[in-house]
């Protein structure tokens, strides 16, 4: 339990979110734009939308062996396939991967395999 909630008592509401306010209260998609590119700003860096650094998070995971059904529980998804289809990207080594493939089939259909 968060030392705010102690504090706060019945006060303090737990909406179940990760980022609150101290008083457990979800952020609006405003304010919470605005607490993550504020260090963004500072630090020099370039800005990313929330929603492109949350598919890169995802797709990290993923690549690195997290399984569908964690990955969308770690989104807060109920479908796996809405996970997969709107957040987890191609790595690019898989697309390579593809590439090749794709070659190989166009060079044994030409006769140069």
């Given at each position: 339990m968060p030392a705010a909630a102690l504090a706060l008592g019945e006060a303090y509401s737990d909406s179940g979110y990760v980022v609150v306010h101290e008083t457990g209260e979800a952020f609006t998609i405003k304010q919470l734009r605005r607490r993550a590119y504020?260090?963004?700003e500072v630090l020099g860096l370039r800005r990313v939308r929330l929603y492109d650094a949350r598919a890169s998070c995802l797709t990290f995971l993923a690549n690195n062996?997290?399984?569908d059904h964690i990955l969308a529980r770690w989104a807060g998804h109920?479908?796996?396939k809405t996970t997969k289809k709107w957040y987890v990207?191609?790595?690019?080594?898989d697309l390579r991967e593809?590439?090749?493939?794709?070659?190989?089939?166009h060079d044994e259909l030409n006769g140069r395999a």
């Open positions: 504020r260090p963004m062996g997290v399984s109920t479908n796996v990207k191609p790595d690019v080594e593809a590439a090749s493939t794709w070659d190989g089939l």
